[in-house]
């Protein structure tokens, strides 16, 4: 436990020397516009995101709304955001299963026109990075080679 303990101080490490917000997850970076977002899946199978300024550093949610539509196999379900500090957070978890296609839509303020970002989330761990596959960092060509 000591030493799981010791690597997550050192990536953590590593993230703030690179200039990234500490309470960053892991998950998937979502940018376009002036959205700059990190989607994250948590254990439970709730969607995390948070908001971050030009400097990767998180920032408020201020009037944000999100929604996600997660078309699994079993049929779209549309989740609803809450505003936790400075997370929102999915009130309902994603459907049961991988491989699906999420969209996610972003907007400043309600009423406002969102931005649409649309991910396959795919639930297990990369051998390479070691991240969820949804938020993996490897080339896609690397990722053929295997
Ligand atoms: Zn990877």
Redesign the pocket.
Known sequence: MKRIGMLGVLLLAGIAAAGWAEELRGGRLLEGGEVHAEFFVTADRHVELRFLDEAHQVEAVGGRVAVCIAAAESGKTNLQFEARGDVLVSTAPLPEGDGYTVIIQIARAPGEKPRNFRIVYHAEL??????P?YA???EEGE?AAH
């Open positions: 990369c051998g390479e990075c070691e991240r596959e993996c960092l490897c990722h």
